[in-house]
């Protein structure tokens, strides 16, 4: 399910933009016998609040080794954002780059 793996470095299509699909990145990002991800990408992949929530919660993980995460122009919103923003201060985030740029318009994140 994942598409390119390069090293610390992963690739994430834009086939998996659906909330099982952050749901199967995050799952990943725990296994660091099979995946070491340092580096993330998931720029423009639709993901929404579900898989924000889903990819704060690997951030959580003590076995989550990731360094930078680029979620910008995804579908967040703001409670995406703060779930990310909560998986910050938790002590097992390793977490150094986080980039969730996008065009925001009432609250809601495009």
């Known amino acids: 399910m994942i ?8 690739v994430y299509p834009v086939e998996q933009h659906s909330a099982s699909g952050a749901a199967s990145l995050s799952d ?7 995946y070491n991800v340092q580096r993330a ?3 423009g992949n639709r993901i929404a ?3 924000a929530e889903a990819l ?4 959580r993980d003590a076995n989550c080794k990731l ?14 954002a703060e779930a990310l923003a909560a998986a910050l201060r938790d002590a097992h ?3 150094h780059t986080l980039d969730i740029a996008c065009k925001c318009e009432r609250g809601a994140c495009a």
């Not at 598409?3 to 992963?10: E, H, I, M, T, V």
């Not at 360094?67 to 995406?80: E, F, K, M, P, Y």
């Open 3 to 10: 598409a390119g793996s390069y090293g610390d470095f992963l």
């Open 28 to 34: 990943a990002l725990r296994q660091t016998a099979t």
């Open 41 to 43: 990408i998931t720029r």
């Open 49 to 51: 609040v579900a898989g």
């Open 56 to 59: 704060a919660a690997a951030l």
């Open 67 to 80: 360094h930078t995460l680029d979620i910008a122009w995804n579908l967040i919103s703001v409670a995406g």
């Open 93 to 95: 985030c390793k977490l």
